[in-house]
């Protein structure tokens, strides 16, 4: 069994360290959620797609009736400093790409909710006016190389959303109450 951690430091340093376990935990969550509350609203023609990497710039592809969105995830600390997240400017060639950017609590809770995206049918606004993205190690050289791909966007460009039904009206056209 693992360690436990405690106090508020550890607990940062486990988030820092675990990045990619918490967004996968994240993501499950917030799909979770989101089904179960398109059910709710007497939604069932859902479907969840996978990407296996992002290569393409997203990781989920969500499919709600004749909806097809595109979903890149970005998932920080609701108290925590990240101010702009890089998004991958392939996103912009996939049908309704869109980002998707959670704040939780340090247990995991989603909290905040931020869209950056178009309409259903609508392709991810320009964000080749955005700068490049570095990568977050230097060289030996010190130099932290440009990512091409990546575009970098700072939290403003996010349309910070009241919760999960205003989520679902962005990504779905679907109203919180039909």
């Not at 393409?56 to 108290?79: A, E, I």
Request: with cysteine; glycine share 8%; charged share 25%.
């Amino acid at each position: 069994m693992g360690t436990k951690v405690t106090g508020v430091a550890d607990a940062r340093a486990r988030h820092a360290a675990h990045s990619v376990l918490r967004e996968r935990i994240v993501e499950h969550v917030f799909v979770g959620e989101t089904m179960r509350r398109l059910w709710q609203l007497g939604v069932v023609n859902v479907e969840i797609l996978r990407a296996e990497f992002d290569a393409s710039g997203y990781d989920l592809v969500m499919c709600c009736d004749s909806v097809m969105r595109h979903v890149q995830f970005k998932v920080s600390l609701v108290d925590g400093t990240r101010a702009q997240v890089a998004i991958n400017q392939q996103l912009a060639r996939a049908p309704s790409g869109c980002v998707v950017w959670l704040g939780v609590t340090e247990d995991l809770e989603i909290k905040e909710y931020r869209w950056f995206g178009a309409e259903p049918g609508r392709p991810l606004p320009a964000i080749t006016d955005h700068a490049i993205a570095r990568h977050t190690r230097a060289n030996a050289q010190g130099i932290k190389a440009a990512r091409a791909n990546q575009r970098v966007l700072p939290k403003g460009a996010f349309e910070r959303l009241v919760g999960l039904d205003e989520m679902l009206q962005r990504l779905f056209k679907i109203p919180s109450t039909l």
